[in-house]
């Protein structure tokens, strides 16, 4: 089926990467007069029918990476671009060291060198947050042990863990997809060396409250890591619930959290994430990270994170999305889970392999298959893309389900 997709991106590439790149270089000039605005307009570009889709070719429905449908930040894409002659020499925008802790509320300390951040920092970043995830599985895991997880789950450090030998004990989730809190607590044991909590849950995008999470967190032993992944968080309807677990962190140094840019700031191809916690935790997971975020990436992330506007607009398209999908999946009497994700989860009553197939080989959709990965036979895990997209994609799915 990747191997497909591949052909059918090839195949249908009407615009291509290099005339974009060469789209942008040659109107540097222009962007930098004309700030926000411009480089709006020509990473807009024509629109294109019947469905176009940011990064990837026109025709082709693309709604299972979870990536943000709009196209990148542009005031990152204009960061980037200030920079994109300079990547000959090393250079790094430390300044997002100070942005992210002061978004989070964390001790903000000096920045003395343009190289290195200076030691004592809560923050960590990496290519990505699943380097974040490695770093502390490698840090926390390495001579073995257990740790918890809830099941469906996403389930990145459990498979970084088995690699060091350490083991899994999965919780399942409850009948209406929340983690089952008290079951985790239970499952602890005197090999338990860390807890990880994925809040919106992937691949069910549910929620853990932060009362929930502030509650769980003082009952877990303070030599037990917990490991919160929020990728998702600032897609939550509630601005209080994107706040997250980071004000857990100072009271409590056995908490990590780990946060992307690949999802609410659209720059998954450029791969920044960071973790939060006590400076003592962080220094671990720097010395477990495998490499360092490239210059192009910290400058267009550091842009990124004041781009409210772009953010808003994010969530919007997202939320109506969403709302768009829990519509049709009523009419059609399909069961799925509220979502304070990016995606939403349903069961199509039939094998997903069977439906996730035909989507892609009669009309070119592609949607997470949660059978493949969660052993959820009839469930697809669906991201709220761009309006054409979710409308190409719900005919698709009626029609597929009817000829099942």
Request: aromatic share 8%; proline share 5%.
């Amino acid at each position: 089926m990747a191997e497909l997709e591949k052909e059918l991106v090839e195949e249908r590439a009407g615009f291509s990467r290099r005339g974009f790149l060469k789209g942008l270089l040659a109107g540097g000039a222009a962007a930098s007069l004309g700030g926000y605005e411009a480089v709006a307009q020509m990473v807009a570009g024509p629109k294109a029918s019947p469905v176009r889709g940011w990064g990837v070719a026109p025709g082709l429905v693309r709604l299972s990476g979870n990536e943000m449908p709009i196209g990148p930040s542009p005031r990152a894409v204009e960061a980037v671009m200030q920079q994109v002659y300079a990547f000959n020499r090393y250079g790094r925008d430390l300044t997002i060291y100070k942005k992210i802790s002061e978004l989070h509320g964390l001790p903000v300390l000096e920045l003395t060198n343009s190289f290195r951040p200076p030691e004592g920092m809560w923050v960590a970043l990496g290519c990505g947050s699943s380097e974040i995830l490695f770093a502390a599985a490698s840090a926390y895991l390495r001579d073995g042990g257990e740790l918890i997880e809830a099941t469906p789950g996403y389930g990145n450090i459990p498979e970084m863990g088995e690699s060091f030998g350490a083991t899994t004990r999965w919780v399942p989730v409850l009948k209406d997809f929340r983690h089952d809190l008290p079951a985790m607590k239970a499952a602890i044991n005197s090999n338990t060396k860390m807890v990880v909590i994925t809040s919106p849950g992937n691949p069910t995008g549910v929620l853990v409250s932060s009362e929930e999470l502030k509650s769980f967190v003082a009952s877990i032993p303070s030599n037990i890591i917990v490991f919160v992944d929020e990728a998702y968080i600032d897609f939550s309807r509630n601005p209080a619930d994107r706040i997250g677990a980071a004000p857990l962190i100072k009271d409590h140094p056995n908490v990590i959290v780990a946060r992307t840019f690949s999802k609410i700031y659209g720059m998954a191809g450029l791969g920044v994430g960071y973790g939060l916690a006590q400076p003592e935790v962080i220094e671990k997971l720097n010395i477990n990270k495998g490499g360092r975020v490239g210059s192009l990436s910290m400058y267009g992330a550091s842009a990124a994170l004041e781009d409210y506007e772009y953010q808003d607009r994010a969530r919007k398209v997202t939320w109506a999305g969403k709302e768009y999908f829990a519509q049709q999946f009523k009419e059609m009497g399909l069961e799925y889970v509220p979502s304070e994700s990016s995606f939403m989860l349903v069961n199509v009553r039939k094998d997903a392999d069977e439906v996730c197939r035909k989507l892609l080989e009669e009309y070119n959709v592609i949607v997470g298959n949660a059978k493949q990965r969660w052993e959820m036979d009839t469930w697809l895990r669906v991201t709220s893309g761009l309006k054409e997209e979710n409308e190409a994609f719900m005919s698709a799915l009626k029609k597929v389900l009817v000829s099942s």
